[in-house]
């Protein structure tokens, strides 16, 4: 609902402000003390790692929920090097994807090995092109791709334990895979114009048995009526506890990515119950 605040103005005019309660639900998680959550990286850098943009949506809004976090990523070499500036593979140039993630975390950050569900509520998937290269084979094999096998695991223990699973961007193709006709999102299902340039892995998400559902990154206004300004796009499989946004599959603002991370996180806390 709304309040009336009284504001003065440096010419000594006073004029009011209308303020939102509750304002504060569209940028940040639900309170949730205490609630220890895993964030699980795949390098640094949108192209061959974690999409750092995305990790840090996320590591914020856990912040402002009130979370425990701890990072996690696998001691492997990466598929390959991405030159971020020219868009094209470093020729003879290798990295590893715990040491990569380690930057973002920086250095707090143990091997995913390590990752058990009983020891935290929650998990967290950032997307980047690392979860399709390095966290599986997606990016080159599709629908017949490989999950790394911590990463399996942790998806399976997490699933069998019912703590729940945040998942966005291209991330949400890990559940889809190890996770038998789990509802996820990855934005449209059309390119509309470039809007939605990985419009096609709605298809391979099918083609895994997973049900896809239509959301957008976030609504993008909140000149409209109450109940629609508090709402989110994040998809919730209630059943699996599976949380997912669509993020940069989508080609829009940046603050409305971190708005629609922050539904994803609100709703990964939620359903931990902390």
Same mark, same amino acid.
């Given at each position: ?65 009130? !979370? +425990? =976090? ?14 971020? &500036? #020219?868009?094209?593979? %470093? ?84 559940? !889809? +895979? =190890? ?14 114009? &470039? #809007?939605?340039?990985? %419009? ?75």
């Amino acid at each position: 609902m709304f309040a009336v605040r009284s504001v003065a103005s440096r010419s000594g005019l006073t004029f009011v402000k209308p303020q939102l309660f509750g304002a504060g639900l569209l940028h940040s998680s639900a309170s949730c003390r205490n609630a220890r959550v895993a964030v699980v990286l795949s390098g640094c850098g949108v192209y061959d790692g974690t999409e750092i943009h995305e990790a840090s949506a996320i590591l914020v809004h856990l912040s402002r929920g009130g !979370a +425990k =976090v701890q990072m996690y990523a696998p001691d492997v070499p990466q598929m390959h090097v991405i030159d971020h &500036g #020219k868009g094209q593979p %470093a020729e003879k140039e290798s990295r590893n994807v715990l040491s990569e993630s380690a930057r973002i975390a920086r250095g707090n950050i143990a091997d995913l090995s390590e990752l058990h569900a009983n020891n935290h509520d929650a998990v967290i998937f950032p997307g980047g092109f690392g979860a399709a290269k390095n966290l599986s084979t997606f990016a080159v094999d599709g629908k017949d791709c490989k999950v790394n096998k911590d990463v399996e695991r942790v998806l399976k223990d997490f699933h069998k334990a019912g703590k729940p699973i945040g998942l966005c961007c291209i991330s949400p193709v890990l559940a !889809a +895979k =190890v996770l038998p006709g789990v509802e996820v999102t990855v934005g449209h299902e059309e390119e509309e114009g &470039g #809007k939605w340039p990985y %419009a096609g892995t709605t298809q391979a998400i099918t083609s895994l048995g997973a049900k896809h559902c239509v959301k957008d990154v976030t609504i993008s206004s909140i000149t409209v009526s109450i109940p629609k300004a508090l709402s989110h796009e994040a998809h919730v499989d209630q059943k699996n506890k599976v949380v997912t946004s669509p993020a940069f599959m989508c080609e829009t603002e940046l603050h409305l990515i971190f708005d629609g991370i922050g539904a994803m996180v609100r709703d990964v806390l939620r359903l931990s119950g902390k």
